[in-house]
């Protein structure tokens, strides 16, 4: 393998995220990681890596199998891949420490200090961050994925009542994802409604959104991301033209500024940025409803 060889014939960096269970939690804090010097997903979806989730590698023949694949794949590179593992038995992790990517042993980094810490030992349970399909916790998520799904893009105003928070915005500004999001990873009931030319004639907020202020947050984007966005979905059209969504986006503007609605610009948070965001703002109106 090459030293001052950075990446394979694509100029991308293989990326390993190696779990016992869904991978999610190696996946998540690898990115993070990643994101540290510049690398990852990007948003307009190309990537300076390339990755790969290894799920489920929870025995010792999984873990030699996966280690020949990064073996083989950073013989191809000429460089070795970046390898995240959340693996709990130490002795498949050791196995995958074999590799020839550089290994990443993300539990062994904590495990240690916060046993010394908590003067308890670890359990070492397989997949124990994922195991609480029964707890309350679980269920509140999936009925609030369900409602973010049945609510979507202004479908079931009835329901609007059932919101913990409703986003609001013009079309492709980030609603949808974020209210999933928002669903996946916090169980709240996140509903969202899109601002449309016959609210702007009107002069007003949708009927359906009355009586539910404290719940509703605005989503606002950069009038060029927008067009750019749209342009993926209808080339050409007027939908996508950049003075419909920079006429779209100052009318949604004020519309909620006449609302008190408070407005936030997706153009260059990620989900997780504007979802942490909502959920400072919930938790900020409550304690001052506490306070009132």
Known sequence: MDPNQRGNANGARSVYFVSDSTGVTAETFGRSLLAQFGLGRRRDDASNVQEHRLPFVDSIEKARAARRAIDEQCDKDGVRALVFSTLVD????????RTKGLFLD?????????????????????GASHADAQTPAYRRRIEAIDYALATD?????DRLREADVVLVGVSR???????????????????NVPLIPEDFERARLPEALAGLEGRIFGLTIAPARLSEIRQGRRPGSRYAALETCR???????????????????????S???????????LEAQRGAGRDA
């Open 90 to 97: 130490a002795s498949i992790a050791a196995e995958l420490g």
């Open 153 to 157: 893009d202004g479908q079931r105003p």
């Open 106 to 126: 993300l539990f062994a980094s904590f495990i240690g200090p916060l046993e010394r810490e908590l003067e308890l030992k670890a359990e070492h349970v397989l």
């Open 247 to 269: 006429t779209e986006i100052e009318q949604a503007a004020a519309l909620m500024a006449a609302a008190g609605i408070a407005c936030l610009s997706t153009t260059s948070r």
């Open 173 to 191: 500004c980030g609603k949808t994802p974020t209210s999933l999001y928002l669903a996946m990873q916090h169980g709240l009931k996140a509903a």
């Open 271 to 281: 989900i997780e940025e504007i979802a942490a965001t909502v959920l400072q703002q």
